[in-house]
């Protein structure tokens, strides 16, 4: 497993950050016109830049201290993305409905929470292994559980229910959350540009999403 710090990347500079999801897909052309496309990646991986955040020199401060603690690129970490960290859809409050995770079968105990896209035509549906510790509530057949019910491991997603409370066959087991996206840097290097920085350039920060 890649080393990694359950850490949050300071949120006052994640606010104004930019990036998303990035796929890799083989195109041919034929002579014809027509195409044959071809998914490389079965899931999505989140590329972002941290700088349009950093607009002092406390917070470049914040962010060079922060680096070097992670050693570059070695160690992972949490970010919070402002466009896409809740189960719920745009605007919509949370709740343990939000999202379906499994169904039971009267034996399996552990479920892997999951946030899915779309759904008329191809939904994608992604591992969320990053929740934010306090925020997983969880319903089985539509009712809402209490928190003693199950367990939610914070650094994997998983949600385990206790002796006593296993979903029963057939029982739709849903959850909503909060959740950050596990990152690294994408480079060794931190140019720092003060001259530049004092006359508004703003330094790179590339951050890629890790699977963990």
Same mark, same amino acid.
């Given at each position: 497993?890649? %080393?990694?710090?359950?850490?949050? +990347?300071p949120l006052d500079i994640a606010l104004k950050s930019a990036g998303g999801p990035e796929r890799r897909t083989e195109v041919v052309t034929f002579g014809s016109g027509r195409e044959a496309r071809n998914a490389r990646w079965a899931h999505s991986r989140r590329r972002y830049d941290a700088g349009y955040g950093v607009k002092s020199l406390q917070a470049l401060q914040a962010v060079v201290a +922060? +680096?070097?603690?992670r050693r570059g690129q070695l160690y992972g970490f949490r970010w919070r993305d402002r466009l896409d960290h809740s189960s719920a859809a745009a605007g919509a409050p949370l709740s343990p409905l939000d999202q379906g995770i499994g169904t039971g079968d009267g034996a399996t105990a552990t479920f892997q929470l999951v946030k899915t896209y779309g759904a008329g035509f191809a939904p994608y549906a992604r591992e969320i292994a990053k929740p934010v510790d306090g925020s997983? *509530?969880? %319903?089985?057949?539509?009712?809402?559980?209490a928190g003693t019910a199950f367990n939610c491991d914070a650094a994997?997603? *998983?949600v385990t229910f206790v002796s006593g409370h296993i979903p029963a066959a057939g029982a739709a087991i849903t959850a909503g959350f909060l959740f950050d996206v596990p990152v690294r840097f994408d480079t060794d290097y931190l140019e720092v540009d003060l001259s530049a920085f004092a006359a508004g350039a703003i330094p790179k920060i590339p951050l890629v999403e890790i699977k963990v």
């Open positions: 497993m890649p %080393a990694f710090h359950e850490i949050l +990347f +922060f +680096f070097e603690e997983v *509530r969880v %319903a089985v057949g539509g009712s809402e559980l994997t997603g *998983r």
